[in-house]
């Protein structure tokens, strides 16, 4: 049985542009959410998404925005990188209180 | 507001030491879920143990074991007889039901050989 996955493993994009990451949760598990980790700091929640809605939100600017398919799975999409939103992204999978996390995608942004 | 503090910034133990990671929860809910990951250089956040706010017992698996004091608002986690492989950066996380995960800002653990 697979984990969590994600795609890509690293990424490089230059300010302005826009990026989708992209999550497989766990087989089983049906709430997706995904967290950015800056260097040296812990995972900050983005958003959480379940029966293909947005169920929660962190404190994120609006040029975070996702979606979840019928199959789990999710994206994660940033408009307009800043220098800042270079990250570790990483997708959760939950199903109840048992939460996987991914390998995770690499955003550097330059 | 919810909050988790890990002091310690970086750690560093002989092999075969013993090593406490602290954390401290802030939260006013009665019902909350205490976590630790670790978290080797390739990134993935492993899960360690979930306790939750109505159960103190002390938990003991293999070499790691987890202190949960309400009185103090403390999750310790101690790694006993450390190793190499125990290399890492270890992260406390608070769940509050029917909200999201706060994590700390993590612990790096340095084992030398």
């Known amino acids: 049985d697979a984990g969590v996955t994600q795609s890509p493993t690293h990424l490089i994009k230059t300010r302005g542009q826009q990026v989708t990451l992209r999550c497989s949760p766990k087989s089983g598990h049906d709430t997706v959410s995904w967290y950015q980790q800056a260097l040296g700091q812990g995972p900050q929640f983005i958003f959480q998404y379940y029966e293909e809605e947005e169920r929660q939100r962190g404190n994120f600017p609006d040029r975070f925005s996702g979606h979840q398919f019928p199959n789990y799975s999710s994206e994660l999409n940033v408009n307009a990188l800043l220098l800042g939103d270079s990250a570790l992204y990483l997708c959760?999978?939950?199903?109840?209180?048992?939460?996987?996390f991914g390998p995770g995608t690499r955003l550097t942004v330059l | 507001a919810q909050k988790v503090t890990q002091a310690q910034t970086e750690i560093s133990v002989v092999e075969k030491e013993d090593v406490t990671l602290d954390c401290v929860y802030e939260t006013r809910d009665t019902t909350y879920y205490l976590f630790w990951y670790k978290q080797p250089p390739s990134g993935e956040l492993v899960f360690l143990i979930r306790r939750n706010s109505f159960d103190e017992q002390n938990e003991i698996s293999g070499r790691y074991s987890w202190n949960f004091q309400k009185s103090t608002s403390s999750f310790n986690f101690t790694i006993t007889a450390s190793q190499v492989v125990d290399s890492a950066v270890y992260f406390c996380?608070?769940?509050?039901?029917?909200?999201?995960?706060?994590f700390g800002t993590g612990t790096s653990l340095t084992v030398i050989p």
């Open positions: 959760a999978s939950s199903w109840g209180l048992e939460q996987f």
């Open positions: 996380a608070l769940l509050i039901p029917g909200n999201q995960f706060y």
